[in-house]
C-alpha cells in the first residue's frame, strides 16, 4: 500500500473528457455537475425526493423522504411501496419487450442471449415456484450459484416476492456457506450442482451439503439444485428438488409483492474487524435509487449501450451493477461465467470485441494480472465499441490506470475510479465523465448529495491536503440499514459518537488542491485481496482453530497484482518445525487448512513460525512491527513497550 501512496502523491497528470463526450453525457461540463451538487445543498431532501419521484415507479408514491427520528437508523421513503423486480422487468415490457436484457457468454464460450419478456417470463416462473414452496415475504433465501442467467433469475425472483436473498460467494468454503445460513436463519438455499471456471468443474452442491451437514442450519427446508455441469450429486429427497422439477408448470405471470421502500432487498456477508462476517441489511427503494441514478451519473447510461461489469453476483458490485441498476435502467448486459486468462489472456477483449461492449467494468487486480500475462494482447483485438471504462474495490495504481487508458481505452475513453463499499450499496466518491477531468490514482469527487469529508479522531474535518478518516455527513438513500441480527455493531462501528452522527466507512483518505480525494486504505483490520474484503480475524481464528496451532496474527503486505498479500505469523503448540521439509509442510498444511475453512480467497501467502509473537506488557500484539517485518522494512518504530523484543529477529529470520 505504500508504495501506492508514494506514487499517487506524485502524480500530475490530468486528463479532460473530449469535446464529443462532454456534449453527449447525462451530466455535460462540471457546471452540469455542480447544478446538480447545489440542487442537494439547497434542499437535501428534496434532491433525493425530486429523484425518486422521477427514476422509481411507485405503486404507492411516498410521502416523507427522510426519517431521522430512529438515528442513525435511517429511513427513506418509508411509506412508500414499490417492488424492485417489477422496476426491473415489467417497467419494460410495454416500451421494449423484445430488447436484450442479458448476454450469457459460458466459460467454454457459448452464447446465449435472453430478451426483457423472456426474463420476466423465467422470474415470474421462478417466483412462483418459490412461492409453491412457501416461501414468503421476509423469508431468508440463501443462494449460492455460478454467473449465470439462472443467478439473476432467482435474485430477481426474491425481490418479486418480497424474500430477502443472501448470495454468498461460490468460493467461499461450506463452512462460510454454514455460518451464513445460519446466522440469516435462512429456510431455503439455492444452488447448481457445480461451477465451470476456467475449463474446470467445481463442485457447489455438495458445499451445501456439507454446510447443511455442520448443523444449526434447521430452517433450511428446501435446496434448489440448478443444473450446470451435469456433475453427479448426492439426493436428499427430504430437501432437494431440482431446478427444472421445481419451475415445471408454473405459470409466466406473477403479481409482484408490494412493499415498503423500507422493506429488506437482501443481506450481503461481508467482513469486518471481528472474526464474524457481518450481514450487510440493504433496502428496497433507497438502494434500487442509488443503482439507477449511478448508472445514469458515473456510467452515463444510454438505450444503445452495451454494458459489461465483470464482477461476480457474490459481491456487491455484482448486486448494483448487474443484477439490478443496468436492468432498471432497461439496459442490455454482458454476463460472464469463466475467468478473463482463460483460454488466455486475451478473453476480456475478445469479449468486448465480439459482444460490442461500450462500457466495461473491473477491478484493478484484474487490469494488474492482465497487464503481466499480456500487456500488449489488448492490440489484437477491436475494441472500437468501447466508450467509457471504470474501476471498483481499491485504489488502482497510477501505472494500471495508464494502460487501461492507454491500451484498452486508446486514449479516448474516461476512466471513473469509483469508490463505494458492501455498505453504501452504489458509488459516492466517483467521475461523472463527462464532467470532471481524471488523475490516474484518484476517485476525484463525491456524488452529488453524497456529503464526503475527511476528520480527524474527534471528527472534525482536517485542513489542507492532511490525511484523515473518510465520512459522509448525511445519511444517503442507498445506505446500509443495519447489521442483520446486530444493531449494536452497525451502531458502534459505523455511527461512534466522535463521528457526531457521520457515517465512518472505514478508510483513510486525503484531499488535493483541487478536493479530489485520495483513498490511502483502509483503518481498521481489514485486508484488500485481488479486491476482495478479508478480516485479518477471520483468517488467525481459521489458523487457530487448527490443532496444531496455539496463536496466530495476520498482516498485509503490497502484493504487485492482488493488491494486498496475507502474511501470517504463527505459534505452534508443538515445538517449532526446524528443517525446510518440515517447515515446508507445516506452512502447506495450514494454508490449505485455511483454504478450507474460508474459501481459496483467504489462503496465506506466507506463514513464519515463532516461539510467540510481538506483544506489549498488557498482551496486546503488536501488529505495526509485524506489518514491518512482512514487508521486509527496518523497524523504527518505537519497540520499548515491547515485551519481548528478542521475538522480533527471530521471526525476521524465519524461513518461509
Ligand atoms: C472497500 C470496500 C465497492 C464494491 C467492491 C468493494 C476499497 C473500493 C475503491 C476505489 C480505493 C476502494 C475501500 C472500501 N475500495 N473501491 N475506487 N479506490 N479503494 O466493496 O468489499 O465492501 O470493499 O474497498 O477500502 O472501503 P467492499
Not at 439455492?190 to 476456467?198: E, K, W, Y
Not at 443503482?291 to 457474490?314: E, L
Not at 478518516?469 to 459505523?494: A, C, H
Not at 527496518?634 to 527471530?650: F, G, H, K, M, V
Request: aromatic share 10%; net charge neutral; charged share 20%.
Amino acid at each position: 500500500m505504500s508504495n501506492n501512496i508514494d506514487s499517487v502523491l506524485n502524480e500530475t497528470r490530468v486528463f479532460h473528457p473530449s469535446d464529443a463526450f462532454m456534449r453527449q453525457a447525462n451530466v455535460s461540463g462540471m457546471a452540469g455537475y455542480r447544478a446538480l451538487r447545489q440542487e442537494a445543498e439547497r434542499d437535501y431532501e428534496g434532491f433525493w425526493a425530486r429523484l425518486a419521484r422521477e427514476n422509481i415507479v411507485w405503486h404507492k408514491l411516498f410521502h416523507t423522504a427522510l426519517d431521522e427520528s430512529k438515528a442513525p437508523f435511517f429511513q427513506w421513503f418509508a411509506d412508500g411501496e414499490l417492488n424492485v423486480s417489477w422496476n426491473c422487468l415489467d417497467k419494460h415490457l410495454a416500451t421494449q419487450p423484445e430488447k436484450t436484457a442479458l448476454i450469457f457468454e459460458a466459460d467454454d464460450g457459448k452464447i446465449t442471449r435472453i430478451t426483457y419478456r423472456e426474463l420476466h417470463a423465467r422470474v415470474c416462473q421462478f417466483a412462483n415456484a418459490l412461492k409453491s414452496r412457501n416461501i414468503k415475504k421476509g423469508d431468508r433465501v440463501v443462494i449460492y450459484m455460478p454467473m449465470s442467467i439462472e443467478v439473476v433469475v432467482a435474485m430477481q425472483a426474491c425481490a418479486r416476492i418480497g424474500a430477502i436473498h443472501s448470495v454468498v460467494f461460490g468460493g467461499f468454503s461450506s463452512k462460510s456457506l454454514n455460518e451464513r445460513i445460519e446466522d440469516a436463519q435462512a429456510c431455503a438455499v439455492i444452488t447448481a450442482d457445480a461451477q465451470m471456471r476456467g475449463g474446470k468443474v467445481m463442485p457447489l452442491k455438495s458445499a451445501v451439503d456439507e454446510a447443511l451437514a455442520m448443523g444449526r442450519c434447521d430452517a433450511v427446508h428446501s435446496v434448489i439444485v440448478y443444473r450446470r455441469a451435469g456433475s453427479e450429486v448426492q439426493w436428499n429427497s427430504r430437501l432437494d428438488v431440482w431446478w427444472h422439477d421445481a419451475i415445471a408448470g408454473q405459470a409466466l405471470t406473477c403479481e409482484p409483492e408490494w412493499v415498503s421502500a423500507e422493506h429488506p432487498l437482501f443481506i450481503l456477508y461481508t467482513s469486518g474487524s471481528t472474526g464474524k462476517p457481518k450481514g450487510v441489511q440493504h433496502s428496497s427503494g433507497g438502494y434500487l435509487l442509488g443503482a439507477i441514478v449511478t448508472m445514469q451519473w458515473v456510467f452515463d447510461y444510454k438505450p444503445d449501450d452495451i454494458f459489461w461489469c465483470t464482477a461476480d453476483v457474490g459481491w456487491v458490485t455484482g448486486h448494483s451493477y448487474v443484477t439490478y441498476g443496468p436492468l432498471a435502467v432497461g439496459g442490455t448486459e454482458v454476463i460472464f461465467e469463466g475467468i478473463p486468462t482463460y483460454p488466455d489472456a486475451g478473453r476480456f477483449w475478445k469479449m468486448i470485441q465480439q459482444h460490442k461492449a461500450t462500457i466495461f467494468y473491473t477491478a484493478p487486480t484484474a487490469i494488474r494480472s492482465l497487464i503481466k500475462l499480456g500487456g500488449e494482447l489488448p492490440k489484437q483485438y477491436d475494441l472500437s465499441s468501447l466508450r467509457l471504462l471504470g474501476t471498483v474495490g481499491e485504489p488502482i495504481n497510477p501505472e494500471a490506470w495508464m494502460w487501461y487508458y492507454t491500451m484498452v481505452g486508446q486514449s479516448r475513453c474516461p476512466i471513473v475510479d469509483t469508490w463505494w463499499q458492501t455498505e453504501t450499496g452504489c458509488h459516492m466518491i466517483s467521475p461523472l465523465p463527462g464532467a470532471m477531468p481524471t488523475k490516474p490514482g484518484s476517485c476525484t469527487l463525491p456524488l452529488p448529495g453524497i456529503m464526503a469529508a475527511i476528520v480527524d479522531e474527534a471528527g472534525n474535518e482536517v485542513p489542507g491536503n492532511q490525511g484523515g478518516f473518510l465520512v459522509i455527513q448525511r445519511p444517503f438513500p442507498s445506505q446500509i440499514r443495519t447489521i442483520w441480527g446486530d444493531p449494536e455493531r452497525f451502531r458502534n462501528g459505523y455511527f461512534p459518537k466522535e463521528m457526531r452522527g457521520a457515517y465512518l466507512a472505514g478508510d483513510s483518505s486525503h484531499r488535493d488542491a483541487d478536493g479530489y480525494f485520495w483513498i490511502m486504505g483502509r483503518i481498521d483490520d481489514v485486508l484488500k485481496v485481488s479486491g476482495h474484503r478479508l478480516g485479518t480475524m477471520e483468517i488467525e481464528s481459521a489458523l487457530v482453530s487448527n490443532p496444531l496451532v496455539a496463536e496466530a496474527a495476520v498482516v498485509g503486505r503490497p502484493h504487485e497484482i492482488k493488491g494486498e498479500a496475507i502474511v501470517a505469523f504463527v505459534v505452534l503448540k508443538g515445538t517449532r518445525p526446524q528443517d525446510t521439509a518440515a517447515i515446508k509442510k507445516t506452512v502447506e498444511d495450514l494454508r490449505n487448512w485455511v483454504s478450507k475453512e474460508l474459501g481459496p480467497i483467504a489462503k496465506p501467502d506466507d506463514i513464519r513460525f515463532g516461539d510467540n509473537l510481538p506483544k506489549t506488557r498488557s498482551g496486546q500484539i503488536m501488529r505495526r512491527l509485524l506489518r514491518a517485518i512482512a514487508t521486509g522494512e527496518e523497524i523504527t518504530q518505537d519497540i520499548s513497550t515491547l515485551e519481548n523484543p528478542a521475538i522480533l529477529e527471530q521471526l525476521k529470520q524465519a524461513i518461509k
